[in-house]
């Protein structure tokens, strides 16, 4: 099926430095998605974006999060400063449209450990 | 999205059929009926969807009843590639497009 990227698929980081999360979603589709999961628990929704604006947000997305996809490149995950409980894996997702219709695409996850 | 129940757990052996149950007896008239597999480490993996009608594709069967307030996901002839926790996710045609996951169905398959 559709292929969605992420680089790296680990990440380590100081506690209170940024760090930035890298999706490379399929080439034709508009909406984006970012998931948290922490080991052993559920998959957590965080938010989604199109055309270039955040559509809804979680709590869980917290203000220290950002996300953006300039110029039709990588769909972005910016958390800045880092903090312990963001120590998790995330996942981004895309889909060629909105609505309930259409397939969400998962990538293989970026796990990020905070020290 | 309205709210689907599933068993905690199920266990198969390699070379059979499995029916993974779900229960979503308050869904309406324009959710969609998704289920996603994932494996420990990795993403969410599209397995099928339907909204009526019974689906089916190269992966799995999905059967849907007539009241709509229940399916199940058929897999043939399981294999340990197969093994994986089974999400049954509801979704509004024109909503926010989001996915609500839950604690899913933990599918173990024995050889």
């Known amino acids: 099926g559709p292929k969605v990227l992420q680089i790296p698929s680990h990440q380590i980081i100081d506690m209170g430095q940024m760090v930035t999360l890298n999706c490379d979603p399929v080439?034709?589709?508009?909406?984006f998605y970012w998931y948290k999961q922490i080991l052993g628990q559920q998959m957590e929704f965080l938010v989604n974006?199109?055309?270039?604006?955040?559509?809804?947000k979680s709590k869980l997305f917290k203000d220290q999060f950002s996300v953006e996809r300039p110029d039709g490149s990588y769909f972005t995950l910016k958390i800045q400063p880092t903090a312990l409980e963001d120590s998790a894996v995330y996942f981004c997702?895309?889909?060629?449209?909105?609505?309930?219709?259409?397939?969400?695409?998962f990538g293989s996850g970026t796990r990020l450990t905070v020290l | 999205d309205a709210k689907t129940t599933q068993p905690d757990s199920m266990e198969s052996t390699e070379g059979e059929t499995v029916h993974l149950p779900c229960s979503h007896a308050?869904?309406?008239?324009?959710?969609?009926i998704y289920w996603y597999r994932q494996v420990p480490l990795q993403g969410p993996e599209y397995v099928t969807h339907?909204?009526?009608q019974n689906t089916t594709n190269s992966m799995a069967f999905l059967a849907i009843a007539s009241d709509r307030k229940s399916s199940t996901l058929i897999l043939p002839h399981v294999s340990l590639r197969d093994a994986a926790v089974y999400h049954c996710?509801?979704?509004?045609?024109?909503?926010?497009?989001?996915?609500?996951f839950g604690q899913g169905t933990v599918l173990s398959v024995i050889p």
């Open positions: 997702a895309s889909s060629l449209g909105g609505g309930g219709a259409e397939t969400l695409y």
């Open positions: 080439s034709n589709h508009l909406y």
């Open positions: 974006f199109y055309n270039g604006k955040v559509m809804e």
């Open positions: 308050t869904i309406s008239g324009n959710e969609y």
């Open positions: 339907g909204l009526q």
């Open positions: 996710i509801l979704r509004v045609a024109g909503g926010n497009n989001k996915l609500t």
